[in-house]
Structures are given as C-alpha cells and as structure tokens.
C-alpha cells in the first residue's frame, strides 16, 4: 500500500483543533468580505477561498448556518450548494482552464476534516502534475498564484 503524506497541512489541523471558534462563522462576522477572502455570498450559502490551498483556485461553498452534517441542512441549503458548485466549475473553467476538478466534504475528525462544526464542499481544479517534487520531497506548496489575485479573477468570473 502506497502513502501519501501531507505534512504542510499539519499546522492547520493542529491550530483548528485548539481554536474553539468556527473559521467560517468569524469570516462572516468580519464584516469585509475581501478581506475574509468570501467571494460569492447565495441565499443559503456562500463562497470563500481556502487560506492553506491545494491548488490555486480551492475554493469552500459553506452554509451560513452553523451545522456540522448533512443530515443537519436543509434540503434548499444543499441543493444551492450544488448550483453555486455548478457556477464555480463554470468560473473556474473560464479562469484558470483545469483539466479536471474535485470535489469533496470531510464530515468529522475522523474522515479528514479540519473544520469539525462546519459543514462545507471543497471545489478544487486540477491539472495533470499538479502534485510535484515539491510537495512530494520538498514538504512544500508551490502556488503560483497570491491568494488576493486569485480573490480578484474568481470574484470577477463569479460575477452576475
């Protein structure tokens, strides 16, 4: 059986697990969705940029309300969560022309998830030999693009 390690996510799950507060309910109570790095707010949901990224363009849709399974949500919170995903596939794929996407949800410590309470849908493009030497030897990320450009482009290719 072959591994893969993810080392550089250490930090985050070590820190949101000593952190009591919720990172997605901070962001909207922030007041200033640039900086809170949100970029499409729905009805029942909204779209925020992942601060530790896999790849440029990883992106969380997240329900305003506070659940931590889908058990828990509305069924109208949901289905917009597909629709804003199906906008984010369209968005991405105009900007930054991925040659495949995942996405995915890690409901509970046990299945991955660095946000426990939370619930929320990671949308990630991929290209082939996106995971490099880097991340493989290295223990490190190479984005090639700052988070705030990548706000700006996903912003704008959200719009309307």
């Known amino acids: 059986m072959d591994y893969i390690w993810t080392p550089w996510r250490y930090r985050y799950v070590a820190d949101s697990s000593k952190d009591s507060r919720c990172i997605f309910c901070d962001a909207l109570d922030a007041g200033d969705d640039a900086r809170a790095m949100i970029i499409l707010r729905g009805a029942k949901n909204f779209v925020i940029l992942n601060k530790y990224p896999y790849t440029s363009g990883h992106v969380m849709v997240v329900p305003y309300a506070h659940v931590a399974n889908l058990s828990d949500a509305e069924?109208?919170?949901?289905?917009e969560m597909m629709q804003m995903a199906q906008r984010i596939e369209r968005g991405l794929g105009n900007t930054y022309h991925?040659?495949?996407y995942n996405l995915g949800m890690n409901l509970g410590r046990a299945a991955g998830a660095g946000v426990t309470g939370h619930l929320h849908l990671h949308?990630?493009?991929?290209?082939?030999?996106?995971a490099n030497f880097m991340t493989v030897v290295g223990e490190t990320r190479v984005e090639p693009e700052e988070l705030s450009?990548?706000?700006q482009r996903l912003r704008k290719a959200l719009e309307g």
């Open 149 to 151: 450009i990548t706000f």
């Open 75 to 79: 069924p109208e919170t949901l289905a």
């Open 123 to 130: 949308v990630l493009p991929r290209w082939a030999g996106d």
């Open 98 to 100: 991925p040659q495949g």
